[in-house]
T-cell receptor, first 111, second 114 residues
Framework: GENVEQHPSTLSVQEGDSAVIKCTYS??????FPWYKQELGKRPQLIID?????GEKKDQRIAVTLNKTAKHFSLHITETQPEDSAVYFC??????????FGKGNQVVVIP | ETGVTQTPRHLVMGMTNKKSLKCEQH?????MYWYKQSAKKPLELMFV???????ENNSVPSRFSPECPNSSHLFLHLHTLQPEDSALYLC?????????????FGEGSRLTVL
């Protein structure tokens, strides 16, 4: 099945700076790559996703880029704010359409 | 209530107890999931129900027993658990299964096994 790795496990950034989280996947048949945000004590929520027919997608301060050749995709958060502090999970669907999640990245935005 | 709701939010039980976790979705979705979330680990898929039929059982020990009486409700029955079963149990739903689409999660039930 699909195997998803996330790096780094923890990321601290100054408020206003950018944060980048990278994920790698193993199954070249994966064509759907979502990112979920989980604030402390809250449910995971989808914040952005990308499908394999595009290389980049943006939604306000959040963007995701996909490199199918290298089998990695990244989440970019610009102008970070304290409310961006959370755990971010990436996932890939694999050829069998069953989502495999990474371990999560703790992002800490320092005011 | 909208979305996916889970009860109880917190549960402490001994290894010989029997308890149940409940999940309800108000989204009209056809698929429901149980995930286990432990610290520093990926979300682990436990069970999937599609149109009230169990379609996935990912080598979960028999001390966890799911039940899906209808497409809006999902239960996880717990019996003779071990301390390593302590975790956050998340319920989720999606429109169809399998799906390259959004999962809608509940807020989870935090289980502590003494």
């Amino acid at each position: 099945g699909e195997n998803v790795e996330q790096h780094p496990s923890t990321l601290s950034v100054q408020e206003g700076d950018s944060a980048v989280i990278k994920c790698t996947y193993s199954d070249s048949a994966s064509n759907y790559f979502p990112w979920y945000k989980q604030e402390l004590g809250k449910r995971p929520q989808l914040i952005i996703d990308i499908r394999s027919n595009v290389g980049e997608k943006k939604d306000q301060r959040i963007a995701v880029t996909l490199n199918k050749t290298a089998k990695h995709f990244s989440l970019h958060i610009t102008e970070t704010q304290p409310e961006d502090s959370a755990v971010y999970f990436c996932a890939a669907n694999g050829g069998n359409n069953r989502l495999a999640f990474g371990k999560g990245n703790q992002v800490v935005v320092i005011p | 209530e909208t979305g996916v709701t889970q009860t109880p939010r917190h549960l402490v039980m001994g290894m010989t107890n029997k308890k149940s976790l409940k999940c309800e979705q108000h989204l009209g979705h056809n698929a429901m999931y149980w995930y286990k979330q432990s610290a520093k680990k990926p979300l682990e898929l436990m069970f999937v129900y599609s149109l009230e039929e169990r379609v996935e059982n990912n080598s979960v020990p028999s001390r966890f027993s799911p039940e899906c009486p209808n497409s809006s409700h999902l239960f996880l029955h717990l019996h003779t658990l071990q301390p390593e079963d302590s975790a956050l149990y998340l319920c989720a739903s999606s429109q169809v299964y399998p799906t390259p689409g959004e999962l809608f999660f509940g807020e989870g039930s935090r289980l502590t096994v003494l």
